[in-house]
């Protein structure tokens, strides 16, 4: 069994996706995107940044390991009429079924960062995208003191420890380790810009609620949700959680929650 398949297919990442649809569109905005550019999102979920990508004209394809995500992201594109937005199942570290150079730009946010086998991942991104192209991912910064980091490191402490041999996702967070992967996949190191920005979670509900979609769809939570519980410490991690989730809140409204999130936005040019 794909153990990356199984944990985005356990839940329904859509509940969770919901809650960041407008930093989705603000980063497709921010992007330079114009009418008929060929566009990859690898890791794409259910379309967050895919379809405002395609509706700022560009040709996209979502690749994701999760069978559930893609069927949810043709529905998406077919509910708005962007006939040229389409999803298939791919694994990042393995796009065989995609044309060397075939891209303009390759877009990856908190996506491709999960799969096993980062340097596989780095050198097939840049195999598919044009001389001259981009590739841009979005990755949780290890040991930031910002949301996700803080949720992601609270929740593998009571989950079971890692296979041998197993990469951290947030490694990707890490500037040195990903100027390495792409300086092996054989960018120069000029042509590597990394920067820090921030995402907004923003839902319309108090951050309890949030952090119940969290517990209840989002598959690395709900996997320390269950071994807490056979361990007796469900209410320790639902109570260190709940911390995160509202000491990190910046509404003032009580009825609503907007989380900022600090990531490492990585910019690549294919030489």
Not at 83 to 90: A, D, I, P, S, V
Not at 116 to 133: C, S
Not at 226 to 242: F, P, T
């Amino acid at each position: 069994m794909n153990q990356n398949k199984a944990l985005w297919e356990k839940g329904d990442f859509t509940r969770v996706a919901a809650s960041m649809r407008e930093s989705g569109e603000a980063l497709a905005n921010s992007l330079g995107i114009a009418s008929g550019l060929k566009i990859l999102d690898l890791g794409c979920g259910d379309g967050t940044t895919a379809l405002p990508m395609a509706r700022l004209g560009a040709d996209v394809l979502g690749v994701d390991i999760a069978s559930n995500l893609v069927v949810a992201g043709n529905r998406r594109a077919h509910e708005a009429n962007l006939t040229n937005c389409r999803f298939q199942e791919g694994d990042a570290s393995d796009l065989h079924e995609l044309p060397d150079e075939s891209f303009d730009l390759v877009v990856s946010i908190f996506g491709a960062m999960f799969a096993p086998n980062p340097a596989d991942v780095a050198r097939e991104m840049v195999r598919v995208t044009r001389p001259g192209g981009r590739i841009v991912m979005g990755n949780w910064i290890p040991n930031d003191p910002t949301f996700v980091a803080q949720v992601l490191k609270i929740s593998s402490a009571y989950s079971p420890p890692p296979p041998e041999g197993f990469i951290s996702p947030m490694t990707w967070g890490n500037e040195a380790i990903v100027r390495d992967r792409f300086g092996a996949a054989g960018i120069v190191p000029d042509n590597v810009n990394c920067t820090r920005d921030t995402w907004f979670f923003n839902f319309p509900a108090p951050p309890a609620q949030l952090l119940d979609v969290f517990r209840d769809f989002y598959g690395p939570t709900m996997n320390a949700f269950a071994a807490a519980q056979a361990n007796g410490r469900a209410d320790d991690l639902q109570r260190e959680l709940g911390e995160v989730f509202e000491t990190e809140n910046r509404s003032d409204n009580s009825a609503f929650t907007s989380i900022p999130a600090t990531f490492l936005r990585v910019t690549v040019t294919r030489n």
